[in-house]
């Protein structure tokens, strides 16, 4: 097993596409009904909270993919892999532990911040505290990156990798005329098209609307 790091470039480049995604939602393209909104490509998109129909479909092609993940020996669950990573040098334990740990101290400093804000105090101290805040989430992303690189190819993850991408294709419209579509014809449309940034999106606003949809 190769130890598996995402690179710096990876990574800044995923933080740019998720907080481009999620400043998009808190300016508003979250309506009501679960609905969530976006113009891509001068296309307008829709991701929809499933119905009833839709999530008998995801179940049940989930539960078929566990049971060829199962049955195959290309994935390993993870409390396995942790193993085999722990061999290798690599504790993911200690990592989720020290992540845990960071965001507790985050909170910490979240919440000094807040009575600081209400204080009179030196501009000083406030930027002293937000740095802080800033150097913990930096350290929280790059941990949370590593912990993926290392888990991303378990049985569980890949799960629910496939449940997530499928739900998004059960559940993202784009708007033809006044009409709205389904945004592709199927799933191997989806996964096959050209353009990440567009799945990436429809895949973060399905974890949003439809987040309690995809249990492993």
């Given amino acids: 097993m190769e130890d ?11 933080e740019e596409q998720i907080e481009e995604a999620m ?10 009904d679960n609905i969530l909104t976006f113009t891509f ?6 991701v929809i909270r499933p119905t009833f129909s839709k999530r008998v479909e995801l179940r049940e092609k989930m539960s078929k993919k566990k049971l060829d993940m199962i049955l195959g020996d290309t994935y390993l669950p993870i409390s396995l892999l942790k193993e ?3 061999a290798k040098g690599i ?6 532990e020290k992540m845990k740990s960071l ?4 909170e910490k400093y979240q919440n000094s911040l807040g009575k600081l804000l209400t204080e009179d105090n030196e501009r000083d101290n406030l930027e002293s505290y937000k740095d802080r805040i800033k150097g913990i989430d930096e ?9 993926m690189g290392c888990l991303d190819i378990s049985l569980e993850s890949q799960l629910e990798n496939y449940g997530f991408s499928y739900l998004a294709y059960l559940i993202s419209e784009k ?30 606003y399905t974890s949003l609307v439809g987040r309690d949809e995809v249990q492993v």
């Fill in 4 to 14: 598996k790091k995402l690179s710096k470039e990876q990574i800044q480049d995923a």
């Fill in 175 to 204: 708007k033809i005329g006044d009409n709205w579509v389904n945004a592709f014809d199927t799933y191997e449309d989806f996964v096959n098209f050209d353009d990440d940034r567009l799945i990436n999106k429809l895949c973060l």
């Fill in 91 to 96: 504790d993911i334990n200690k990592l989720e």
């Fill in 103 to 106: 965001n507790k101290d985050k």
């Fill in 139 to 147: 350290d929280i992303n790059k941990l949370a990156f590593q912990i």
């Fill in 41 to 46: 490509d001068e296309v307008e998109y829709k």
């Fill in 23 to 32: 400043a998009e939602v808190e300016t508003g393209n979250l309506i009501t």
């Fill in 84 to 86: 085999k990573w722990l």
